[in-house]
């Protein structure tokens, strides 16, 4: 019988039912693991699951029964993979499960921005429309979807499911080539090309040693249009205090974050000093996480479990 330990429950939301595997196990759950627990909690244990908690190479070395992680989301940053390959356990993770509600999320995003519906909202409460003296006042520009180039950095599931809403609105709809690659293939344009004619970009790709800071201020300095940048990937891919300067600057028109890369985010960060203003929107790593979502997979464990000796 498998020992099965999930680290951090709390991450899921409670409504979401997690699916049993169908082998048989104990499971173990804990709300929240901070790091000096992961080692007693996981002893004997040979199925870890875990979210956001860090598993390192000085972790796994000591944990002789882990035979296999199973990540409780789609970003496997969180986990030492190359320790995992040399110590012989497998990691996993789930794919395909936030199809609707991250780009959903991300145009929920867009539109606000993209329409400046935060600015106007904070007009009316302060008392702007009573001001204005007639039935509408414009003091802040509204832009339409139709016929503006769509930028989109990820070409997986979450990408084109983004892609096919921007088409149904009637936007351009290009996919970024990787940065500095040679060569761009059948599908896609030159990742200078996307960073210079987007209106809207946004980031649908994994946090890698390659993808970590893709988009900083010489990215900023290239943005002809002045884009809306939307983040809903990983907070690492974006230079955050480049961001803020390139708002202050005026080399982007807003922002619309979902993550951070720190979480939750400390006072002080960039994020935090630019969460205020009407161009931007700041949300707490929700885009995934809709009422809608079916029962939490349980895939990630009917994986073969490695021997390990």
């Known amino acids: 019988m498998h020992t099965i330990v999930f680290f951090d429950r709390d991450t899921i939301a409670p409504q979401i039912q997690l699916r049993a595997p169908g082998f048989e196990h104990e499971l173990i759950t804990h709300a929240r693991t901070a790091p000096e627990q992961v080692i007693e909690r996981l002893q004997g244990a040979s199925i870890a699951i875990t979210n956001k908690v860090v598993l390192n190479a000085e972790l796994l070395e000591q944990l002789p029964a882990l035979k296999l992680i199973a990540v409780s ?23 395909g499960y936030a199809v609707n509600t991250v780009p959903e999320h991300v145009f929920a995003l867009i539109l606000a921005l993209r329409r400046n519906l935060i600015a106007y909202r904070q007009d009316v409460l302060a008392g702007r429309w009573q001001a204005a003296g007639q039935f509408c006042f414009f003091d802040h520009p509204i832009r339409d979807l139709a016929g503006a180039r769509l930028g989109i950095v ?5 990408g084109q499911k983004v892609a096919a809403l921007a088409r149904a609105f009637g936007m351009d709809t290009v996919f970024a080539e990787h940065k500095g690659a040679v060569a761009v293939r059948e599908g896609y344009l030159a990742w200078d090309e996307v960073i210079a004619t987007s209106d809207i ?10 993808t970590r800071g893709l988009i900083a201020m010489p990215e900023f300095r290239a943005m002809r249009r002045r884009p809306l940048i ?15 300067q390139a ?13 951070a890369t720190q979480e939750p985010a400390p006072a002080g960060h960039p994020l935090l000093a630019i969460a205020g203003r009407p161009d931007v929107i700041l949300t707490p790593h929700v885009a995934w996480a809709s009422d809608e979502q079916p029962s939490w997979p349980s895939s990630a464990m009917h994986s073969r479990i490695p021997h390990r000796a």
Do not use: M, Q, W, Y
């Open 230 to 244: 939307i983040n809903t990937g990983r907070g690492g891919l974006v230079d955050e205090a480049a961001l803020a």
């Open 201 to 210: 970009l946004t980031l649908h790709c994994p946090l890698t040693p390659a």
């Open 247 to 259: 708002l202050e600057e005026g080399l982007i028109s807003g922002a619309g974050f979902d993550v």
């Open 73 to 95: 989301a789609t970003g496997t940053d969180c986990v030492d993979k190359a320790a995992c390959a040399r110590l012989g356990i497998a990691v996993t993770n789930i794919r």
């Open 154 to 158: 990820g070409a997986g599931v979450l």
